[in-house]
Protein backbone atom coordinates (compact mmCIF):
# COMPACT_ATOMS: atom_id res chain seq x y z
CA UNK A 1 0.00 0.00 0.00
CA UNK A 2 1.01 3.55 -0.82
CA UNK A 3 0.20 6.73 -0.35
CA UNK A 4 0.51 9.28 -3.41
CA UNK A 5 0.19 13.05 -2.18
CA UNK A 6 -1.83 14.88 -4.98
CA UNK A 7 -2.87 18.17 -5.91
CA UNK A 8 -6.99 18.59 -6.78
CA UNK A 9 -8.75 21.98 -7.52
CA UNK A 10 -11.33 23.38 -5.80
CA UNK A 11 -13.80 22.39 -8.27
CA UNK A 12 -12.98 18.51 -7.58
CA UNK A 13 -12.39 18.99 -3.92
CA UNK A 14 -15.46 19.91 -2.84
CA UNK A 15 -17.54 17.25 -3.91
CA UNK A 16 -14.79 14.39 -3.39
CA UNK A 17 -14.89 16.33 0.38
CA UNK A 18 -19.11 16.28 0.46
CA UNK A 19 -19.04 12.64 -0.58
CA UNK A 20 -21.06 13.19 -3.84
CA UNK A 21 -17.39 12.45 -6.10
CA UNK A 22 -16.11 8.89 -5.13
CA UNK A 23 -13.99 8.40 -8.36
CA UNK A 24 -10.71 10.25 -10.07
CA UNK A 25 -9.41 9.97 -13.49
CA UNK A 26 -5.74 10.17 -12.84
CA UNK A 27 -2.78 9.86 -15.22
CA UNK A 28 -1.44 5.85 -14.31
CA UNK A 29 2.04 7.77 -13.58
CA UNK A 30 2.14 6.20 -10.26
CA UNK A 31 1.35 2.58 -10.39
CA UNK A 32 -1.85 2.76 -8.46
CA UNK A 33 -3.18 0.23 -6.85
CA UNK A 34 -6.46 -1.01 -4.57
CA UNK A 35 -5.96 -0.06 -0.93
CA UNK A 36 -3.58 2.99 -1.80
CA UNK A 37 -4.22 6.13 0.04
CA UNK A 38 -5.15 9.01 -2.02
CA UNK A 39 -4.08 12.17 -0.35
CA UNK A 40 -5.92 14.64 -2.02
CA UNK A 41 -5.22 18.64 -0.96
CA UNK A 42 -6.67 21.29 -2.51
CA UNK A 43 -4.51 23.47 -4.75
CA UNK A 44 -5.97 26.86 -6.23
CA UNK A 45 -4.08 30.09 -7.44
CA UNK A 46 -0.84 28.24 -7.27
CA UNK A 47 -1.01 27.36 -3.71
CA UNK A 48 -2.17 24.65 -1.73
CA UNK A 49 -5.27 26.01 0.79
CA UNK A 50 -4.72 23.59 3.61
CA UNK A 51 -7.66 21.52 2.96
CA UNK A 52 -7.22 17.75 2.16
CA UNK A 53 -8.69 14.65 2.09
CA UNK A 54 -7.63 11.21 2.38
CA UNK A 55 -9.25 8.55 0.20
CA UNK A 56 -8.76 4.83 -0.10
CA UNK A 57 -8.76 3.38 -3.65
CA UNK A 58 -11.05 0.23 -3.98
CA UNK A 59 -11.17 0.00 -7.94
CA UNK A 60 -8.64 0.97 -11.01
CA UNK A 61 -10.02 0.82 -14.18
CA UNK A 62 -7.63 1.39 -17.06
CA UNK A 63 -9.98 3.78 -19.73
CA UNK A 64 -7.44 3.61 -22.80
CA UNK A 65 -9.97 3.21 -24.68
CA UNK A 66 -10.80 7.29 -23.71
CA UNK A 67 -8.02 8.32 -22.45
CA UNK A 68 -4.83 6.40 -23.24
CA UNK A 69 -2.70 6.21 -20.44
CA UNK A 70 -5.62 7.08 -17.66
CA UNK A 71 -7.43 4.77 -14.80
CA UNK A 72 -10.41 6.28 -12.89
CA UNK A 73 -9.85 5.50 -9.37
CA UNK A 74 -12.96 4.25 -7.40
CA UNK A 75 -12.46 5.64 -3.88
CA UNK A 76 -13.74 6.11 -0.30
CA UNK A 77 -13.18 7.86 2.96
CA UNK A 78 -10.26 6.38 4.57
CA UNK A 79 -11.60 6.66 7.86
CA UNK A 80 -9.04 5.96 10.09
CA UNK A 81 -7.48 9.30 9.09
CA UNK A 82 -10.55 11.40 8.64
CA UNK A 83 -11.49 14.03 11.71
CA UNK A 84 -14.79 14.69 12.69
Excluded at 11 to 38: C, I, M, W
Excluded at 71 to 82: F, N
Aim: net charge negative; proline share 6%.
Amino acid sequence: MKTHDLKIAPEHFHPVHSGKKTAELRKNDRGYQVGDLLHLREFSDGEYTGSFVMREVTCVTPVDFAAPGYVMLSMVPAKLYEVA
